[in-house]
């Protein structure tokens, strides 16, 4: 459960040291897009939250694997140029995620929910689930491409404000 907040340096700290410089630098242009940064100590590490108008833009997460990043791609269908874009792997992991029950059944997921995103590839269509459709390790292989997506939300988000 998540208790007591951390600081930056101190999640920083947490990643590889050979991550650090870039979730640095990520972090350096989510502030710069208006993100608050939210920062707590979980079971499994740190979580880092980034967020605008109250609503999380992404988190940073710590399992086994190492560290890795959810954006909560809500508005992913303004940017599906980023997503055609992406590596195969990446694409085929955001596939296969869970679709979003709500989004293709209202009554079928709690009243909580805030529904998932939907966003077109390939000439598909996939509806998702914002816990997993968009949920990634932070490797050098998808660091810039996390990097995108994320920003991508962040500046659609902002326009809209």
Not at 23 to 51: F, H, P, W
Not at 60 to 69: C, E
Not at 138 to 155: F, G, R
Request: net charge positive; aromatic share 8%; proline share 2%.
């Amino acid at each position: 459960m998540a208790k007591e907040k951390g600081t930056f340096k101190e999640f920083l700290s947490a990643v590889a040291p050979e991550h650090q410089a870039f979730v640095e630098e990520l972090n350096n242009k989510l502030m710069e897009q208006g993100c608050d940064l939210v920062i707590k100590e979980a079971k499994s590490g740190y979580t880092a939250s980034y967020r605008l108008e109250k609503k999380t833009v992404m988190n940073w997460v710590f399992r086994k694997s190492g560290v890795m990043a959810r954006i909560y791609g809500d508005n992913a269908g303004k940017y599906e140029d980023i997503i055609a874009a992406l590596p195969a792997d990446m694409q085929k992991k955001m596939i296969a995620s869970r679709d979003c029950k709500r989004l293709i059944d209202p009554d079928a997921c709690s009243d909580t929910c805030v529904k998932g995103f939907v966003y077109g590839l390939n000439g598909n269509t996939h509806r998702k689930c914002r816990n997993d459709g968009m949920f990634f390790l932070l490797t050098d292989e998808t660091a810039e491409h996390i990097a995108c997506l994320v920003c991508a939300e962040a500046a659609v988000r902002k326009s809209a404000l």
